[in-house]
């Protein structure tokens, strides 16, 4: 086999991998889109197509690791490409989370009621899912796009979904103090606020890979 035909088919497998993060980022963030839709909709009927799009992701997932390790066992990667290899392999793992996160918040909503529920509370939770929607998109631009800047606005903006999930649990915390039957629903709906700050840390980690993927370290932090 020629050198050109080896480095050929090496070129190959990184971009079938590159292809497939592509693909899960979308379908991760649709299916996030659609779990917030269900939410602030009180969509019951949608729950059963989320999980199912949840386990597409899980199947990139298992997908991604074994080209991965396929590569890294036959091939001696340089640095830049390692670099590729670790960062998918991590960006992988975070996608699958949000997808299950996404899932487990959109089951939460088949105990509740579907036109009791206070606008403003519901208000605060869509801001709060608008803004994780928002950082998923800016990370994946910045993969797309290999920009350290998007990546950099995405770890700035998680400041922001960390201070409406305060806003939204401090709505759910009123709506149970108004009557205390409302524990069971309440409860979910406090979970449902979790998680969506739990999905904004996840895509905040994915930004911070890809900047490691661009330059070589991650991120520095303000302290």
Do not use: C, W
Not at 41 to 64: A, H, L, T
Request: cysteine-free; glycine content about 2%.
């Amino acid at each position: 086999m020629s050198d050109d035909h080896i480095v050929k088919s090496y070129d190959e497998e990184l971009h079938i991998i590159n292809d497939a993060i592509v693909q899960m980022g979308s379908l991760t963030e649709s299916l996030l889109e659609d779990s917030m839709n269900a939410i602030t909709k009180m969509d019951k009927d949608s729950v059963s197509k989320i999980v199912e799009s949840d386990k597409k992701i899980n199947k990139f997932r298992s997908s991604i690791d074994e080209q991965i390790m396929t590569l890294l066992v036959k091939r001696s990667p340089v640095a830049i490409d390692l670099r590729l290899a670790i960062s998918t392999l991590k960006i992988s793992q975070d996608l699958e989370r949000i997808g299950d996160l996404a899932k487990g918040n959109a089951k939460k909503i088949l105990p509740l009621p579907e036109d009791d529920l206070p606008p403003e509370m519901l208000n605060s939770m869509r801001r709060l899912g608008e803004a994780v929607q928002k950082q998923i998109k800016l990370s994946l631009d910045s993969y797309l796009e290999r920009s350290t800047e998007k990546a950099i606005q995405v770890v700035k903006d998680d400041e922001q979904v960390n201070d409406l999930t305060k806003i939204s649990i401090k709505e759910v915390l009123d709506f149970l103090a108004k009557d205390k039957k409302n524990l069971e629903f309440a409860t979910n709906l406090l979970f449902v606020s979790k998680n969506l700050e739990r999905a904004g840390d996840h895509i905040t980690r994915i930004a911070e890979n890809v900047y490691y993927l661009i330059s070589g370290d991650y991120p520095k932090k303000n302290k």
